[in-house]
């Protein structure tokens, strides 16, 4: 553990560092903690020029958690719409909900009753907590476990309860509780635009004098992450069954990823199909008959650790009714496809209409 001093001093370089060079951001220039927890879950696996655009429509369109509360899951995925990841979304707003519900509308000031919302983990609730309330609590996410497993030259398995627990305790004894916010957000910038995930620019770091990892020359080797496990090949088939004017499309149910967005008619991403499952496996899952012609074409898609390539074929309705299928027009921007649908609409027909 590092001395007082030290922690002081390392405080102090960082926070010169982000007040002559922190980047202007939108969520950057509020203190309302509606806004910031919005900001901080888009950013969650989300590029920040992806964020931009986005985050500032969906404070206009919902500036408070009560109006986010009464969206609609069309609404809810419209609002989420380039993101991804919509289960963030869904998340976010069951914590409205249960502010508008349990709190009076108004985001909780206190860390514990923050940390309990839904959708909120420990990250999200040091972050919120100290950019809108100016709480000093450390917020301990990616960028900063890198920053900090090189500046201590940390080189046990980062994966582990006991190297987690050495990040956050230095996180919070580095911390400047003056300056709780910026400290956060400096230890984010420093990780997003200095000590970056490929090659540390360690020349540029107001942090690099005292940095072990650099010292010892195994910045760029650090943190120590076991290795992922093999991926899983997946073989998915989808149907294109063309009616009026548009596509028989499902809308994925409330206990799987991606839930109320729609696809095309399949028993699932991750289930792998051959041509002769395919009737019975899509008929248990949507409720009607389709019969497959002939492979339009196909497409790769990545799932956590999967690897999916989905094959589109031709196909019509062998069945009275639509089950749970509906029709979706393929250029109705009011529809969130999957990007799986999208990827495939883009390779059978050349268009990106989704
Ligand atoms: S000196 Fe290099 S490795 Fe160390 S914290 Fe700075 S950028 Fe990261």
């Known amino acids: 553990m590092s001395k007082p001093r030290d922690n002081a001093t390392f405080a102090a370089r960082l926070l010169r560092w982000f007040d002559a060079s922190r980047r202007d ?9 509606w806004a910031i927890w919005v900001s901080e879950i888009m950013l969650q696996q989300t590029r920040v020029e992806a964020v931009r655009a986005s985050y500032e429509r969906f404070v206009a369109r919902y500036p408070t958690p009560e109006s986010f509360a009464k969206a609609s899951d069309d609404e809810l995925m419209l609002a989420w719409k380039g993101l991804g990841y919509y289960r963030r979304a869904r998340l976010l707003r069951d914590g409205a909900r249960a502010v508008a519900r349990d709190h009076g509308g108004c985001v909780p000031n206190e860390a514990d009753a923050l940390g309990a919302l839904p959708g909120i983990g420990a990250y ?5 907590a100290s950019i809108a309330f100016g709480l000093p609590i450390a917020a301990v996410d990616g960028n900063v476990e890198r920053v900090l497993a090189r500046h201590l030259a940390l080189t046990s398995d980062i994966g582990t309860a006991a190297s987690k627990r050495t990040i956050q305790e230095t996180a919070s004894a580095r911390l400047d509780a003056q300056r709780a916010g910026d400290f956060n957000q400096a230890m984010m910038e420093l990780g997003a635009m200095v000590c970056t995930p490929q090659s540390p620019r360690c020349e540029q770091c107001p942090v690099a004098q005292d940095c ?35 596509v ?53 898609h990545a799932i956590t650790h999967h690897r999916i390539t989905v094959t589109a074929h031709a196909a019509s309705l062998r069945s009275r009714s639509l089950g749970n299928l509906e029709i979706r027009m393929l250029g109705d921007p ?6 799986i649908s999208r990827k495939v609409f883009a390779s059978v027909r050349g268009i990106e209409d989704a």
């Open 25 to 33: 951001l939108p969520w950057r220039r509020t203190r309302d903690p």
């Open 124 to 128: 999200t609730r040091g972050a919120v």
């Open 248 to 300: 028989l499309a499902f809308r994925i149910p409330d206990d799987e990823p991606n839930a109320g967005q729609w696809e095309l008619p399949g028993p699932g991403a991750l289930c792998s199909a051959e041509v002769g499952d395919f009737g019975s496996l899509t008929l248990a899952r949507c409720g009607a008959k389709l019969e497959l012609g002939p492979a339009l074409g196909s497409i790769k």
């Open 212 to 246: 072990r990892g650099r010292a010892q020359g195994i910045a760029g080797s650090l943190p120590n992450k076991k290795k992922p496990r093999a991926p899983t090949l997946v073989d998915a088939r989808v149907a294109l069954v063309p009616q009026m004017g548009g």
């Open 334 to 339: 009011d529809t969130p496809w999957t990007t």
